[in-house]
T-cell receptor
Framework: GENVEQHPSTLSVQEGDSAVIKCTYS??????FPWYKQELGKRPQLIID?????GEKKDQRIAVTLNKTAKHFSLHITETQPEDSAVYFC???????????FGKGTMLLVSP | DTGVSQDPRHKITKRGQNVTFRCDPI?????LYWYRQTLGQGPEFLTY????????KSRLLSDRFSAERPKGSFSTLEIQRTEQGDSAMYLC???????????FGPGTRLTVL
């Protein structure tokens, strides 16, 4: 089955800096890659996603890049703010609307 | 509408007891998923339904676990003879046909004493 590796496990930045979280996946058939943000005690919330026919997608301060050849994708957050502090999960999904396989998460701490 | 509610939000039980959780999508969604999340980990897939049919089950879903979606709307997840290792957050998710993305409910946090 699919295996998703995510790093780093923790990331501390100063407010205004950029943050990058990287994930690799094992199944070359995977074609959908969402990112979720989870605050303490709350549900994972989708923040951005990318499909395999696109190399990059941006939404305000958040961007995701996908390298299908290398089977890795990354989340980029620019101009970080304290409210960006949370655990971020990447995930991968194979074709046919099958399940999501998640990484183990990155705890992002943005210090004022 | 991608809203999902779950009930109860918290459940504390003693080892060996049976528990049942419920997931209610606010509107009609064909695909419904159950995940389990333990502290410091990402959600792990348990099972999913296409309407009322249970199409896939993870090896994590031991024979003590059973899930149903009798009318293709709400779903229940039952754990029999609970063990301390079952303590986790149980998350329900639906697939939005409009956006082809999964949205999670608030989860049920289970603590087995």
């Amino acid at each position: 089955g699919e295996n998703v590796e995510q790093h780093p496990s923790t990331l501390s930045v100063q407010e205004g800096d950029s943050a990058v979280i990287k994930c690799t996946y094992s199944d070359s058939a995977s074609n959908y890659f969402p990112w979720y943000k989870q605050e303490l005690g709350k549900r994972p919330q989708l923040i951005i996603d990318i499909r395999s026919n696109v190399g990059e997608k941006k939404d305000q301060r958040i961007a995701v890049t996908l390298n299908k050849t290398a089977k890795h994708f990354s989340l980029h957050i620019t101009e970080t703010q304290p409210e960006d502090s949370a655990v971020y999960f990447c995930a991968a999904r194979g074709p046919g609307y099958s399940t999501l396989t998640f990484g183990k998460g990155t705890m992002l701490l943005v210090s004022p | 509408d991608t809203g999902v509610s779950q009930d109860p939000r918290h459940k504390i039980t003693k080892r060996g007891q049976n528990v049942t959780f419920r997931c209610d999508p606010i509107s009609e969604h064909n695909r419904l998923y159950w995940y389990r999340q333990t502290l410091g980990q990402g959600p792990e897939f348990l099972t999913y339904f296409q309407n009322e049919a249970q199409l896939e089950k993870s090896r994590l879903l031991s024979d003590r676990f059973s899930a149903e979606r009798p009318k293709g709307s709400f779903s229940t997840l039952e754990i029999q003879r609970t063990e301390q290792g079952d303590s986790a957050m149980y998350l329900c998710a639906i697939l939005s046909r409009a956006t082809d993305t999964q949205y999670f409910g608030p989860g049920t946090r289970l603590t087995v004493l």
